[in-house]
């Protein structure tokens, strides 16, 4: 039983005992503390009849790797990750905006290699992007691209490759990334194991 059911019936409980309470007993004091009981039970019961909604972080991606099959399986978990745990469309745009402050990555699978734009994520510092959007010399964004491998953003390295499978897929170019790169902790990668040493494991 959930616990909001328990409170629920414990509830019910403390309204049935105020009701007795008015029902069959005629001693004033304890009429009122009947009443009393009876308004706390049904104010209680109201409260807990409110659907709850505990505030969590974003649920993270799963790696199930089984249910990652195909490079488009990786491009759709890498979306998620994009507007969600990544943070990238905090700042990012796909397509032209008139709000975003940084460079819009429409077609950026197509623009930059899949080492270059793994680099843009890691070591934003290494190459910065200029704004050419307006007329005399480029300038900085306003804003910082963050290390994306590291706190607060944090993706770990197959949530890395799955948003660039994503940025690929979007960009309509053949995405690059393969699931068989996805490595799952403590376990070794099956590309790099030899099958020798995955029969010794077991
Ligand atoms: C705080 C804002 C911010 C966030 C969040 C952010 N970026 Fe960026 N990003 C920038 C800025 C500013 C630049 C341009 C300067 C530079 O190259 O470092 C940039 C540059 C890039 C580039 C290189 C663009 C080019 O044309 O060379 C890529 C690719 C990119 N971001 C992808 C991402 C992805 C993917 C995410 C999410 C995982 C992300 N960014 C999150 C601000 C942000």
Known sequence: MSE???????GLCVVGVGVAILLFIKAQFLRVVGFVVIVLGTFAL????????????????????ASIKTPADMAAIGQKIFFSKGQCALCHSIGPSES?????????????????????????QAYIYLDYR??????EYPARMPYI????????KNEILSVIAFLQQMSGEPITVSP???????????????????????
């Open 46 to 65: 109201i409260a807990l009849g409110v659907p709850q909604m505990p505030s969590l972080p974003p649920a993270e991606e799963k790696f199930d790797v």
């Open 149 to 156: 491998n590291k706190n607060p953003i944090g993706l770990s």
């Open 4 to 10: 909001v059911a328990l409170l629920q019936i414990i």
């Open 180 to 202: 068989s790169e996805i490595e799952m902790p403590g376990v070794p990668k099956m590309a790099e194991a030899a099958p020798t040493t995955m029969v010794q494991a077991r």
């Open 100 to 124: 975003a402050r940084c460079p819009d990555l429409k077609g950026i699978g197509a623009k930059l290699t899949r080492e270059f734009i793994y680099e843009s994520l890691t070591q934003p």
């Open 134 to 139: 307006h007329e005399g010399p480029p300038k």
